[in-house]
C-alpha cells in the first residue's frame, strides 16, 4: 500500500507504514505542503521507498528508536516476554482468544478511567 494525496482535503492520507501492517493499524491524516510533499517523493524514490516508507523512515529516524519498539530498518523489534506471548495467543482456542480479549479490554478502560 502506498501513501495517496486527497485534492478535495489537502490530506495525505497514509495507509501503510512500510512496515507489515495489518487493517487494523492507525490510518493517520497530516496536512503538509504541496513542496515538502514533492521533496519527500523524490528522496523516497531515490532510496527506492514509497513515500510513506520515506516518511516513517525519517520519523523513526528523529525519535529514540528503542523507545519505539522498531529498529533502525524499520522492522518491528519484540521482547523475549513479547515473543512468548505470541506463542501463548497462537496455542488458545478462539473461545479462549475472546475472553483474553475482554479481559485485556476491561483492564485498558480502567486505566483510561484512573
Known amino acids: 500500500m ?3 494525496l486527497n485534492r478535495h ?11 507489515k501492517m495489518s487493517d487494523r493499524d492507525p490510518l493517520v491524516h497530516i496536512r503538509m ?7 519527500l517523493q523524490q528522496a523516497g524514490k531515490a532510496s527506492s521507498r514509497s513515500m510513506n516508507a520515506e516518511i516513517v523512515h525519517r520519523l523513526l529516524e528523529s525519535l ?3 523507545d519505539t519498539g522498531y529498529d533502525r530498518n524499520g522492522n ?4 523475549g516476554v513479547e515473543l512468548g506471548l505470541i506463542g501463548i495467543w497462537r496455542d488458545l482456542t478462539d473461545d479462549e482468544r475472546r475472553s483474553v480479549m475482554v479481559l485485556l479490554r476491561s483492564i485498558v478502560k480502567s486505566k483510561e478511567g484512573a
Open 2 to 4: 502506498a501513501s495517496t
Open 9 to 19: 482535503d489537502g490530506y495525505i492520507h497514509i495507509v501503510s507504514i512500510g512496515m
Open 33 to 39: 505542503p504541496d513542496t515538502l510533499r514533492k521533496t
Open 64 to 66: 529514540s528508536l528503542k
Open 76 to 79: 518491528l523489534e519484540l521482547s
